[in-house]
């Protein structure tokens, strides 16, 4: 069939169902883009690249359905690194279009030229550049296969000059694979080790969103009365009002969690790589059960043993391994001291509850007074954790959150929990600042009939605040996002104070910026909440606002200045002076 490359391209597309493409438009991308609307393709224009990339991995994370990231290329794909990385590490099937520099050029050092393979070759799971205008469509959907198959991202590299060209092809074929479900051997081994083990637990990872395996882990836990925990910034990858979840691991999560997967005998980490990040000490505790045996499930061999030590390694799809599993347990498998266990779980879960509702304010390690100084500056101002009490008062059970990085976020770990996946848009583990707003919108994007509520620092939102500028316009949908403003770094800030004697170098924001007047400047509605009472009612307000009336609402949530633990405690130690620093060493330069 003869037709224009830019029409094979389109058409491969629609074979795959890719409806949502995000970035800013140019010249090197307007073949194609000039035929989105025909195609029902909706093209996101954003006020940054970067934001671009989260708002798709944001889409693409809340409904299970692949988006596209495209721009200008050379500096508008250089923009797209820090996103891309963020959707690698965070498992997302992207599509990444990056239109090149001519072919009849490239190498000369002309407008807008850089290596773009060489620049996303370990941040995507698969790259290829187009070799022939004949081959545009098969080499597109070999990148869309491969994309969906590793849960990554995966680029599509097109010299510019490739486009308006009339080919004779033939659309290529979708062929999809049938997700592994682990060997026989490891399952029966799994198995019986679960059935003879005394105090099992599971942890859930991301693979169990993505496998749609909740309910098959939550059949296995009922059956084995085996207390669930979830990996770091994955809350949602078990239901939160069950008596066997137990909270998620790591920085600033369920103490429950912790205390209960230290006694554990046998630990079947479900669909999770078991990141060194996530099992970090927590509360000064550390929980990860040394002695015990670990049956790890990924789909990525790779994963596998590489950051704990595992007894038995399946590489599977989390729900058929977890389905499996449940098939071969014997007879005898949890009645090992099942009454006590769950007695036990109860127990653990409701002392960390109470615990965690009466908690107010942040510790001041030895030796440092910064959280007890906040507290006196601004006594009458809400504390982080008050802050994200009066939050959980008034957030809708089924609604999707984001999460950015940084201090007030992380202390907001503990809180959220939801009945179903998909619910929950963190960062991930490559911690890009001014992931909250764009992803938050890009899940809105993809779930219109869902209340949607961003979280983000103040120094963090900083970063994604131009965004403000492009989701007003009236093909926008209404969003709700909150900022905490304290006016600093935070995480920085709490290294500041612990290993360089409150050296505060950067950690401070401009005072007289107002997030929620830049909101109102930008025809948004922008709100000041200082009180647990106001930041609630607002909350209540905007949401009724985004659902009811189409509109978007920035709450800027004014707290004090105390501060949460440090993301690293063992990356950091206190400095020493050896040969001295002196300002009478420093040189004019001789220009």
């Known amino acids: 069939m003869k037709m224009t490359t830019e029409e094979a391209f389109v058409k491969t597309l629609q074979l795959h169902g890719i409806q949502h493409a995000f970035g800013i438009i140019g010249s090197a991308m307007m073949p194609i883009s000039d035929i989105f609307p025909k195609a029902g393709i909706t093209f996101w224009d954003c006020a940054h690249e970067g934001s671009a990339g989260m708002m798709a991995d944001g889409y693409t994370r809340a409904t299970g359905k692949m988006s596209m990231m495209i721009a200008q290329n050379g500096p508008g794909i250089t923009n797209f690194v820090t996103a891309v990385k963020t959707a690698y590490w965070n498992h997302t099937p992207l599509l990444l279009v990056t239109p090149q520099a001519a072919n009849k050029t490239i190498g000369q050092g002309g407008f807008q030229e850089v290596e773009q393979m060489k620049l996303f070759e370990d941040m995507v799971a698969y790259q290829e550049e187009v070799r022939d205008p004949s081959r545009i469509a098969e080499t597109l959907n070999r990148v869309i296969l491969k994309a969906k198959r590793a849960s990554a991202p995966a680029q ?44 099992p637990v599971i942890l859930n990872g991301a693979g169990v969103v993505l496998a749609d395996g909740i309910d098959a882990s939550r059949q296995l836990a009922e059956r084995l009365d085996a207390p669930v925990c979830v990996g770091y910034q994955h809350n949602d990858a078990f239901p939160g009002s069950h008596p066997l979840f137990a909270g998620p691991l790591g920085y600033n999560g369920s103490k429950a969690g912790m205390e ?8 079947l980490c479900l669909g999770t790589r078991l990141n060194p990040f996530s099992t970090l000490p927590g509360y000064g505790i550390d929980y990860w059960p040394k002695e015990a045996k670990i049956i790890q499930v990924d789909i990525n061999p790779d994963r596998i043993g590489l950051t704990k030590k595992v007894t038995v390694g399946i590489v599977g799809d989390a729900k058929k391994v977890a389905t499996s599993i449940l098939a071969h347990l014997g007879e005898s498998a949890g009645d090992t001291d099942r009454a006590d266990r769950k007695a036990l779980i109860a127990k653990t879960k409701s002392t960390w509850a109470q615990q965690l509702s009466s908690m107010d304010h942040e510790d001041d390690d030895p030796g440092t007074t910064w959280n007890q100084r906040a507290r006196a500056d601004k006594p009458d101002w809400m504390s982080p954790r008050m802050a994200w009490r009066a939050i959980q008062s008034a957030l809708p059970r089924e609604a999707i959150i984001s999460s950015d990085i940084g201090n007030n976020c992380a202390i907001g770990n503990a809180y959220p929990s939801f009945e179903e996946g998909r619910k929950y848009l963190a960062p991930g583990l490559f911690g890009p600042c001014g992931y909250g707003l764009p992803s938050i919108v890009g899940a809105k994007i993809g779930c219109p009939d869902v209340p949607v509520v961003g979280f983000a620092g103040d120094g963090a939102f900083g970063i994604a605040v131009n965004e403000l500028t492009a989701i007003g316009r009236s093909e926008w949908p209404a969003v709700t996002q909150i900022v905490f403003r304290n006016y600093q770094w935070g995480a920085e800030k709490r290294n500041s104070t612990l290993w360089f004697d409150d050296n505060f170098v950067g950690t401070e924001l401009d005072q007289q910026v107002s997030y929620a007047g830049i909101a109102q400047a930008c025809g948004l509605k922008g709100v000041i909440a200082r009180t647990m009472e106001e930041l609630t009612d607002a909350l209540n307000t905007a949401i009724k606002d985004q659902m009811e009336h189409g509109k978007t609402t ?38």
Not at 183 to 199: D, N
Not at 557 to 584: S, T
Request: hydrophobic share 50%; glycine share 4%.
């Open 156 to 199: 599509i590299n097109v010299p510019r000059d490739f486009w308006t060209q009339v080919i004779d092809i033939e659309l290529p074929a979708i062929v999809e694979f049938e997700r592994p479900s682990g060997g026989e051997a490891a399952i029966a081994e799994a198995a019986r080790m679960l059935t003879e083990a005394k105090f």
């Open 260 to 267: 209960l997967i230290s006694r554990a005998d046998v630990v």
């Open 554 to 591: 920035l709450i800027e949530a004014m707290i004090n200045q105390e501060l949460g633990e440090p993301f690293r405690r063992d990356a950091m130690k206190k400095p020493v002076a050896v040969a001295g620093i002196d300002p009478a060493d420093m040189r004019e330069q001789q220009v």
